[in-house]
């Protein structure tokens, strides 16, 4: 597992390098004006002189591969620079935000895996019953729905029909105590929509490697056995049929990024999506290529992830990937 990890640690290193240098060539080639983003208003009126003192001042006017450099070589020494876009340093920025993200995404994963593991095995046990029709459809419906269509959806249903969760934010608006209480009943319904985006994979994933297992001869030699029906699906199926699931957890991770983006901005989860949304209208070099890293890192650590469980699920499978 050590070998393991510290070659993935090598290998990403060159590919975080590059990403962060795609970042800025995109940003350089964007038509966005970064300083005119910057003055706001007063550009419209600025002269050319002062806007070009401004694109002195903030280090855009400089050839790309010295402005990746200098970020570079400051970000390796703990300084990610200053966030143009939100007159902030990006360190600040990003602490501000980013345990708010990481919350809502493992509440969500969380629950996608639990559910979807559930109701997968319960689908499973009789492929083609009511119940198997009625799960398998629901997860179809939900992979072809857009996380921000249900996000829509559920805060007309759950805010405004019902009334029974707030529609956004982070706490109750009027109040400057923050409590456990208000951020759970904040946290719920975009905790469940995002859910509920990455649920129809595990579900399916789990159904057909469960159904599978079920057909195959261990299963059938430990019926004959006369093993009760639970020890069969607890020992024998469901260990073999959840295998294929651990690869869902690596492969998830980008779409669950992007998935909470979208949730973020329908509920105005004081999260890391806003900073993103900011940093990409006004090319913001430090953030972008900041907020690009992390979200680089964490697909690279969900691929790590799930190698190293399925080589723990599977001694046959070792850590030598």
Known sequence: MARMTARRALTAVPVLLAVTLGVFAIAAASPF???RAYAGTAGLTASQENLDQLRHNLGVD?????RWWDWLTSALTGDLGDSASLRAPVSQVIGERLGWSVLLCALAFALAVTLGTLLGVLAARRRGGALDRAVTATAYVLEAAPPYWLGLLAVWFG???????????????GTDLVTAGQIARHLALPALVLAASQLPWFVLYVRQGVGD???EDPVRGARARGLRERTVLRHHALRCGLLPVLTLIGSRVPELITG????????SWPGI?????????????PLLAALTVLATA?????????DLLYGLADPR????G
Do not use: Y
């Open 260 to 267: 909470a983006l979208l949730v973020e901005t329908v509920f």
């Open 317 to 320: 499978v070792g850590f030598d």
């Open 62 to 66: 400089r050839p790309l591969l010295t």
């Open 273 to 285: 999506a806003a900073a993103t949304v900011q940093a990409a209208t006004s090319v913001d070099f």
């Open 213 to 215: 297992a079920l057909t």
């Open 33 to 35: 004006d970064p300083v």
């Open 298 to 306: 964490a697909v690279l650590a969900g691929n790590l992830l799930s």
């Open 159 to 173: 805010a405004l029909k019902l009334g029974m969760l707030p529609a956004g934010g982070l706490t109750d608006t």
